[in-house]
Every structure is written in C-alpha cells, then in structure tokens.
C-alpha cells in the first residue's frame, strides 16, 4: 500500500515526445521564482483568468512573470460555467490580436477548470497554436482538468461541443491556492480523486480512507499526494489512449448517472463533483448487482463519499427521466445504456444494464 508522503511537493513528468511536459505540485510555488524559470522567451505574456480569483492571485502570478516578458497583459472574464463561452473565447482571442501578439505569446491560465478549458482552446488555435501553462487554482482542476490536454468551450447546444486536444507546456498546482476555495468546491474536487481508487489503485482507496480528514481539512502533505497520484493515474490511463477511442472512458466511472443528475436538477443545482459522488454510490451498486463486487463494496463507497461531505441520495427524478437523460449521454453510441463499473478494485470495465437493473439501482439510494 502506499503511504503518505511527507514531502509537500511533488512533480509529475507527462511523457509525451516532443510535447512531454512537467505538472508541479506543491504549496507556494506561485510565489517562487524558479517556478517560472525555463519557458520560453517571449515579448508578450497573456494570463487568462477570471473576476473570482483575479483579485486573489492574478497581481501575484504578474510579479513573477514580469523578469520574464516585456508586457504581460491579462484577460478578466466573468466568473461562471456560462462563460466558457465563444464570446469569451472571442475576447482573449481579440486581445491577442489587438495587442499584436506573435505566435511566440505565452497564455497562462490562472483559475478552475472553466478558466483551464477556454484559454487552452485559445491557445489551440490563435495563429494555430501558442504556448500555453496552466495555473489550475481549484482541486477538481489541478486533478483532472489540467491533465490530459482536452480543452473546450461550451455551445449553446452542449458543453464542450466545441475544442481541442492541445498540451500545456507545464502545470503548477499551487496547494496554497486551495486555502481560499469553498468547501462545496472542494468537495467536489475529492469526489475525482476518490473515483481514481476503485477504477484504477486500490492502494489508493485505502490511502484516501485513512486521509480523508486531513484532505479536508487542506493539509499541504497530504494533498500533494492526493495530486500527485491523482494526476499519474489520470496521466497513465489517457497515455494509453490520448484520444479517447476506449480505455480513457473509465475516468467516467460515476459520471452516467451523474451527468443525468447535473442536467435533471438543472445545470448549477449540484456541482459536477456532487453528482459524480452520488453517480459513483449508483455505479458502484451497479457493478454490485452486476455480480462483480459485493455488496460490502458499495456500503465502504457510500461511508467515504458521504464523509468527503458529497451527496449519496439520487435526487427523484423519476425512472424514465434518468433513461431518457442517461441516453443522450454523448459517450453512448448505439443507443444502449453503458456504465464504467468495477470489477475487482482497481480495475474498471464497461457494461451495458437493463432497465430492471437501473431501476433496482436506482431505487436502492433514491432520496426519499
Ligand atoms: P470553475 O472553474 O468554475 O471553478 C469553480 C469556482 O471556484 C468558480 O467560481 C471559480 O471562480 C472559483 N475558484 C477557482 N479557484 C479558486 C480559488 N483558488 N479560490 C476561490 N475560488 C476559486 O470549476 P472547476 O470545477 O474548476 O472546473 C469545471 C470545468 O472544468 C467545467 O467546465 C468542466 O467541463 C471542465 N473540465 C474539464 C476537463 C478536461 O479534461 N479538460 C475535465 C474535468 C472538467
Ligand atoms: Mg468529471
């Protein structure tokens, strides 16, 4: 098993050929000079952010940058999902333009995982592609949304209709940035992290059970490695498969049901955090009534997601609203309904289940 590290910071290679790049992990790092140190030579810098974590961390990130680049120019956009938007896409990328910025710019993304997305799509395809490094400020970013090179904005259709696969240069996860984030927020950063364990470490689990207090209450050690580990698990299983065509489906282990969740309560109600907590307790039932796990295994999952102070009750929608809304989930092909379940600790597969079965699962954890 795995122990708790006493070190505070950690850094994670991504192995990626020519676009292999670092994701460092520790408390105080946006402070420290040598963080910044080894990027490239730029006239211009630009840090994407947004009106919530501006005021607290943008002046700071500037100090640093400024021995590095001639001018750094920031882009504050309003705070919130709904701005993950093609106006906001619009903004950074009329800036960049206005302010004649070369395809040598450096964006830095300073924010959660909205903040993560869009100026890494930017960064996609201003002039094709600039340099991009990621300051993820919220755990659910430094945990998942930073890892793995997907970036989008939202359309009004659906969320990341509209993206690219595109890496960032390098990643610093300050654990210092975490002091300021709400609970609720950092609740729903621990439902990504305990969903690492079952599909992927069972070491991991275990570590997470007997750290739990401690990631709550934002010890630095701790959650270093929790990143840490995080962020290799996720590395290692989207190194298999940068493109989603298969195994990288098992990082939604919880998420069928709670997409299905997030949109029948309507986006906003639940964080996507909660409503991957509660979908977890339901996949886990699943894989449970399914015949490979047993019933022990679901109650160990509910104990821990309802001690991360997650929701563990599936809100009653109604049995055919959740089938109605689990298939249009966009990652069913032919129509059937398929769940990343666990089949033994640590390993994740998928299956398809009737829906007798759904019911019997839902029924079994509905908020009453
Ligand atoms: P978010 O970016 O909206 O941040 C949550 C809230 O916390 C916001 O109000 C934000 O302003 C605030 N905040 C951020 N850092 C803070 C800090 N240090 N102190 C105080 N407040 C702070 O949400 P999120 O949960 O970080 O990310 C969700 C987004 O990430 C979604 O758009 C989702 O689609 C995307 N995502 C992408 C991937 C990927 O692989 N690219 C993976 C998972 C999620
Ligand atoms: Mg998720």
């Given at each position: 098993m795995s122990v708790s590290s006493p070190e505070s910071s950690a850094c994670v290679p991504i192995e990626l050929g020519e676009r292999s790049y670092e994701i460092r992990i520790g408390p105080g790092l946006l402070d420290l000079a040598s963080t910044w140190q080894g990027l490239p030579r730029a006239a211009t810098a630009l840090i994407v952010t947004n009106d919530r974590v501006g005021p607290l961390y943008l002046e700071r990130l500037r100090t640093q940058l400024q021995p590095h680049f001639g001018r750094i120019d920031a882009v504050v956009l309003p705070d919130g999902?709904?701005?993950?938007?093609a106006s906001s896409l619009d903004a950074v990328i009329d800036h960049l333009l206005a302010s004649a910025s070369d395809r040598k710019t450096v964006l830095f993304a300073l924010g959660g995982g909205v903040i993560g997305d869009l100026a890494g799509f930017a960064a996609a395809i201003y002039m094709r592609g600039v340099p991009f490094v990621q300051v993820p400020t919220t755990l659910l970013a430094q945990v998942?949304?930073?890892?793995?090179?997907k970036t989008a904005i939202n359309h009004p259709r659906g969320k990341n209709m509209v993206g690219a696969f595109y890496q960032p240069i390098r990643v610093v996860?300050?654990?210092?940035?975490?002091?300021?984030?709400p609970p609720r927020e950092l609740s729903a950063g621990l439902a990504e992290i305990i969903k690492y364990g079952p599909i992927a470490d069972a070491a991991f689990l275990d570590w997470i059970e007997h750290n739990l207090d401690a990631l709550l209450d934002r010890d630095k050690a701790t959650l270093a490695y929790a990143v840490k580990r995080s962020c290799e698990i996720k590395a290692w299983v989207v190194g298999q498969d940068e493109r989603e065509?298969?195994?990288?489906?098992?990082?939604?282990?919880?998420?069928?049901f709670g997409h299905a969740i997030e949109t029948g309560l309507g986006?906003?109600?639940?964080l996507h955090g909660e409503a991957v907590g509660c979908g977890m307790v339901l996949a886990s039932e699943l894989s449970a009534r399914l015949g490979l796990m047993p019933a022990s295994f679901v109650d160990r999952m509910q104990r821990l997601i309802e001690r991360a102070r997650l929701p563990v009750l599936a809100p009653a929608l109604g049995l055919d609203r959740y089938l109605e809304l689990m298939q249009v989930?966009?990652?069913?092909?032919?129509?059937e309904i398929r769940f990343v379940v666990i089949?033994?600790?640590g390993k994740a597969v998928m299956r398809t289940a009737s829906k007798t079965l759904i019911a019997e699962t839902l029924a079994a954890h509905l908020d009453p």
């Amino acid at each position: 098993m795995s122990v708790s590290s006493p070190e505070s910071s950690a850094c994670v290679p991504i192995e990626l050929g020519e676009r292999s790049y670092e994701i460092r992990i520790g408390p105080g790092l946006l402070d420290l000079a040598s963080t910044w140190q080894g990027l490239p030579r730029a006239a211009t810098a630009l840090i994407v952010t947004n009106d919530r974590v501006g005021p607290l961390y943008l002046e700071r990130l500037r100090t640093q940058l400024q021995p590095h680049f001639g001018r750094i120019d920031a882009v504050v956009l309003p705070d919130g999902e709904q701005h993950k938007s093609a106006s906001s896409l619009d903004a950074v990328i009329d800036h960049l333009l206005a302010s004649a910025s070369d395809r040598k710019t450096v964006l830095f993304a300073l924010g959660g995982g909205v903040i993560g997305d869009l100026a890494g799509f930017a960064a996609a395809i201003y002039m094709r592609g600039v340099p991009f490094v990621q300051v993820p400020t919220t755990l659910l970013a430094q945990v998942d949304s930073s890892v793995g090179g997907k970036t989008a904005i939202n359309h009004p259709r659906g969320k990341n209709m509209v993206g690219a696969f595109y890496q960032p240069i390098r990643v610093v996860a300050d654990l210092d940035t975490l002091d300021t984030l709400p609970p609720r927020e950092l609740s729903a950063g621990l439902a990504e992290i305990i969903k690492y364990g079952p599909i992927a470490d069972a070491a991991f689990l275990d570590w997470i059970e007997h750290n739990l207090d401690a990631l709550l209450d934002r010890d630095k050690a701790t959650l270093a490695y929790a990143v840490k580990r995080s962020c290799e698990i996720k590395a290692w299983v989207v190194g298999q498969d940068e493109r989603e065509s298969g195994l990288r489906a098992i990082l939604n282990f919880g998420h069928t049901f709670g997409h299905a969740i997030e949109t029948g309560l309507g986006y906003g109600a639940w964080l996507h955090g909660e409503a991957v907590g509660c979908g977890m307790v339901l996949a886990s039932e699943l894989s449970a009534r399914l015949g490979l796990m047993p019933a022990s295994f679901v109650d160990r999952m509910q104990r821990l997601i309802e001690r991360a102070r997650l929701p563990v009750l599936a809100p009653a929608l109604g049995l055919d609203r959740y089938l109605e809304l689990m298939q249009v989930d966009k990652k069913n092909e032919d129509g059937e309904i398929r769940f990343v379940v666990i089949e033994g600790l640590g390993k994740a597969v998928m299956r398809t289940a009737s829906k007798t079965l759904i019911a019997e699962t839902l029924a079994a954890h509905l908020d009453p």
